[in-house]
């Protein structure tokens, strides 16, 4: 519960940081999942990460996958519409505001039309 009032508040305080409304259509079918931890979001982005042995280059994750393990947050496109956000418990306010102005750009569905 605390988790979500912090995000409530968050939202409210950075509405234009975060392009809330230039982002309408994306923010409307906006997913959060809260996950317990940054280690419980890792496990999901690890299990969608494959490895293979045979080229040193797939064996490195992309600086991307990287990046989502370490701060426990994961987008993603769910249809063709939904995105939807895996975002850890106890995220940090400025870490949260920093991955949304990054991916939200990528997500922009209103920019297909």
Do not use: C
């Not at 890792?42 to 991307?64: C, L, P, V, Y």
């Not at 370490?70 to 496109?77: A, I, T, V």
């Not at 990528?106 to 297909?112: T, V």
């Amino acid at each position: 519960l605390i988790t979500l009032r912090r995000l409530s508040l968050l939202l409210m305080d950075e509405f234009d940081t975060l392009q809330i409304e230039d982002y309408g259509k994306l923010w409307e079918n906006l997913v959060i999942v809260v996950v317990a931890s940054n280690n419980d979001a890792s496990a999901i982005i690890r299990e969608d990460t494959t490895f293979h042995s045979n080229n040193s280059n797939r064996n490195r994750m992309s600086k991307k996958k990287k990046q989502a393990l370490e701060s426990g947050f994961k987008f993603s496109l769910r249809g063709d519409y939904d995105l939807v956000v895996s975002i850890p418990l106890s995220f940090v306010d400025r870490q949260f505001i920093n991955e949304f102005t990054w991916h939200l750009p990528h997500f922009d569905i209103e920019a297909e039309f």
